[in-house]
């Protein structure tokens, strides 16, 4: 039995047991953090026997201490205290250890056959590897072996970091100093190798998680390319069992995605490709492009789209705040309001869930939020009211409905005005940050009544008001700023529940002005801070020495590194959000433009998905940073603008016109787009393009000429030969004037086809016209854009010439019974209309905007019950920010509106489907379709959107064509693992 030796003379026993004592709270607590720090890694069961060997080998050996594993095994079992408390983990090391040496021979040896139960005890489990029951949960349960393995980094770094606790502890035991409260203190002090184990476990596994993904990803492209011959490895590699593989590639299956280190992601490439003027992201020249393919009279490229969700906040949103799982997104708005998002949800539209004023707080006062500390179990605000606000998030689901609360639990009183809130994590111990010039430390706990109390534990002086503060990801330490500059770092180690925290100063550092933000990197290398002294300081956490400092122009009120570590997002004082590449020395490689106001807050989503930007502007916006909504090859371009792009009904073909007059159909089924046929219509004017509802037919109208084609057409039996193209002629019209609009009845008998005059065309009758519209005593028909049939076919809908929209009730199957139900007239020009799902007879909505730049709703009621005057209604009013092309509304009530901006604009309308007037609805659903919107947006500013179409069999797939000459299919699918795959192994 090996005995601790900490000095020549023999301690005093209540100075060894607080020796002993201390130091077996600092080792479980690295122990804790790095089983936390480790739970993302996953490795091959022979890997982590291979790991287990060198904790015993480590603990086995003595070092020039005299220190065993076995003898700091002896101390910490010494400590009833702590045994009794069971508020660690412990871990018990027999003091007979005995290893297999060919344990170590490889990363990947099999294991090994002495008995390890002799030699290690871990809690659970796993307290004899040699069981039979351990190994086959390490060959079938990926869970277990993380939790395994976590168990076993943090045992390596107990044995790595004894030598330094004991050494302290010899010294302090000879002395005759009471260290009952300094002792915690020194020793967090000076055993930097402890914190840094912690800082590091984290990272570690990231390196071993992104290597074994790019091993596996080189394995796979060589199976792939049928090379029958395994890629070079160590002899350690030809020992990996199959078994072990298959756990792996199912834990990376079921991993969530993230974009690549050192990858930049592809909308970033486009949109650096755009703005200095290169074909792509590689830089490759026009010549060379990726887009080379052809497609008939088009060529393949890479899409240049970019997905944005933007909330409405009518004021200031002065930050916002992820949900550790990312589910969640909290935004405190400047007019008292904490609204909660529901991010990623089933829709491709997010949900604002809870949108309330903060009740008052003290002194008949409430708070205007300026701070968000979303923790594990709760939510911290702050900002002014003297308090800080604890909110306890609450999600039920009854009924197949999910129900939502968000209700404060508790207030912290007499904190004075809060800047700055960060919680540990994976706790709830708080840091607040206040103009009182101090940094509180709080502790919010559930009794066992279920009550919620808050207690300070520790306050920390400074000299001036603390604007930042920051834990690092492993926990271990602190970072504060303040309004003098100063920049603090310290170490911190919670002790016990209820007690103050050891905090021990690292380094302080004096920089030039006010700090507004401070931020660690995700491996703990660098510590970034943002200020009023108009740059951008990264700390060499090594030293704590300044690294490298970026001047700007502005002061520089927030900092935002993914959570990847590529990349930090930086801003202030100014309408641009900068994007740092952390690989290219924090060079700014593009900027991110708000509207309206100074950008205050970036936020990156826990998965690098998406990066969410608030401030002085009206709107929340949220970009999506991956592209596993943009399926490759299915972007086209041509050299002309596109006018039209539509899908056949069964969704198995799509038509698209350009302003050549070139009309294209493609095979949309198969993963690229396949030319089907192709044919010049005419040239001079607008392009529309429309299936018959059952798709054996397509009509189109290109400048004066009409066309309509059958497409099912496969010759005549025994006369014609076999068409293979299935399209034929069946009727051309030409006219002296362009034609401006076409539609087709539900039922597929009529069509109606604008020019001069709107006329009705029998399609059973050799398209012999049966009724003109005619109303020249109301409106000039001679400039009708748009018209269309609603959903059941019961309603038409016209709107041109002076921006009059008339309504036709065409119930009667005779088109000379057909009525004109009313009319409305308008200022401004009215582009286009669609009809909204039908879902009760006698009550349509209707969709119309154009150079008013708003699209109105119009409640339509056609049943018997309704009188002349109260026909119709306008129940909603969508502001856009630029003239209205299209509109396009699919069966799931999303309304899709194309602008000149280059924009495609989704809301909402789901709630009209309920078959209620919207006078008897609840005013927060009218309110969701207003203030959530999806932006598709592609070259902005450089492009107009002039068609859309939804693809029939889905509700969340959109083809959109533009001036550009680009028209592509966007995937708007929340889970689309396909779409993911292919975008994470696209480099172009």
Known sequence: MHIINISSSAPEPHMSRAVTQCTDEIAASILSAAERSAQAESRSTSEILKLAGCVLRRGNSTDSTGVSLSSIKTAFSSSPQLSSAGYFPRVHVRPSLSIN????????????????????????????????????ELTSSPIKRTELLSKLDGLDRVVASSSSILSISSILSSSSIDVSDELANKVARSSSALSTAMENAHAHANRIKNDNMAKKLQRARSISIGNSSRLSSSPSDSTLNMA?????????????????????????????????????????????????????????????????????????????????????????????????????????????????????????????????????????????????????????????????????????????????????????????????????????????????????????????????????????????????????????????????????????????????????????????????????????????????????????????????????????????????????????????????????????????????????????????????????????????????????????????????????????????????????????????????????????????????????????????????????????????????????????????????????????????????LDQSNIIDQSNVVSSAWSDDGSVFAMVGGRSTLSIYDVNSSSPEKWERLFSISFKETITSLCWGPSVKKGLQYLAFGGENKTVAILEVRTHEQVTAHNQWETVLQIPCNSNINDLCWNNKGMLCIGDDDGSASLVDLSYLKSGKAVSEMNYNWQRQGIISTTKITRNFGRNAITSLCWLPSSTNQIAIGGSDGIFEIVDLSEHNQQLETTCTGTSE
């Open 244 to 772: 072990s593989l298959a756990i792996d590639q199912s834990v990376h299956a079921q991993s969530p995605r993230t974009p690549h280190s050192e990858k930049m992601p592809l909308w970033i490439q486009r949109k650096i490709a755009a703005e200095t003027g290169k074909n792509n992201a590689t830089g490759r020249s026009s010549h060379a492009q990726d887009s080379s393919e052809y497609v008939g009279q088009y060529e393949m490229h890479s899409s240049e789209t970019i997905i944005t969700h933007e909330f409405n906040r009518g004021n200031w949103t002065w930050t916002t705040e992820w949900s550790p799982d990312g589910k969640y997104l909290a935004l405190a708005t400047e007019n008292h309001g904490l609204a909660i998002v529901e991010a990623g949800s089933s829709t491709p539209i997010w949900k604002v869930v809870h949108d309330e004023r903060i009740g008052k707080v003290k002194n008949d006062t409430t708070h205007t939020i300026r701070t968000i500390g979303w923790g594990g179990t709760f939510i911290a605000l702050g900002g002014t009211g003297d308090a800080v606000s604890i909110v306890e998030p609450c999600l039920s689901s009854t009924s197949g409905s999910n129900q939502y609360s968000f209700d404060t639990v508790d207030i912290i009183t007499e904190t004075g005005f809060v800047g700055a809130l960060c919680w540990l994590k994976n706790s709830n111990i708080l840091a607040i940050g206040t103009r009182e010039d101090n940094c509180l430390i709080a502790e919010i706990r559930r009794g066992d009544d279920g009550a919620v109390t808050s207690q300070i534990l520790h306050s920390i002086e400074r000299k001036d008001w603390v604007t930042a503060v920051q834990f690092s990801h492993g926990g271990t330490k602190l970072a504060v700023g303040d309004r003098s500059g100063l920049l603090s770092v310290y170490l911190f180690v919670m002790i016990r529940p209820g007690e103050a925290p050891a905090l021990s100063p690292i380094q302080d550092i004096q920089l030039e002005d006010n700090i507004l933000d401070i931020q660690w990197s995700p491996d703990g290398k660098f510590l970034y801070t943002g200020g009023e002294d108009y740059s951008i300081t990264i700390l060499d956490t090594a030293k704590y020495s300044i690294l490298h400092r970026i001047g700007r122009d502005r002061w520089v009120t927030f900092l935002a590194p993914s959570h990847e570590g590529s990349y930090l997002a930086a801003g202030g004082g100014s309408s641009q959000v900068s994007l740092l590449d952390v690989s290219m020395k924090w060079n700014e490689v593009t900027s991110l433009p708000v509207w309206g106001g100074m950008a205050l807050s970036a936020k990156w989503h826990p998965t690098d998905v998406y990066l969410a930007i608030c401030g002085q502007f009206n709107n929340v916006v949220v970009y999506e940073s991956s592209c596993r909504r943009l399926p490759k090859g299915k972007c086209l371009r041509s050299k002309s603008s596109i006018l039209a792009v539509e899908f056949s009904p069964d969704g198995k073909m799509i038509a698209v016109g350009n302003e050549t007059g070139l009309v294209t159909f493609f095979d949309a089924l198969p993963q690229t787009f396949v030319t089907l046929y192709e044919t010049v219509i005419g040239t001079g004017g607008d392009m529309a393009i429309k299936w018959c509802p059952n798709g054996k037919c397509v009509a189109i109208t290109s400048g004066s000429t009409f066309v309509l084609l059958d497409a099912s057409y496969s010759g005549k039996a025994g006369t014609h030969p076999q068409s293979s193209a299935r399209f034929l002629v069946r009727k051309v019209i030409q006219s002296g004037i362009s034609f401006t609009s076409l539609a087709f009845s539900r039922n597929g008998k009529f069509l109606a086809l604008s020019a001069d005059q709107t006329r009705m065309l029998d399609l059973k009758n050799g398209c012999s016209c049966v009724r003109s």
């Open 101 to 136: 040496t060919s344990l170590s021979s490889s990363p990947l040896a099999s294991p090994p056959n002495s008995p390890l139960d002799d030699s290690i005890h871990l809690p659970g489990k796993f307290g004899s590897l040699s069981s039979a029951e351990v190994k086959h």
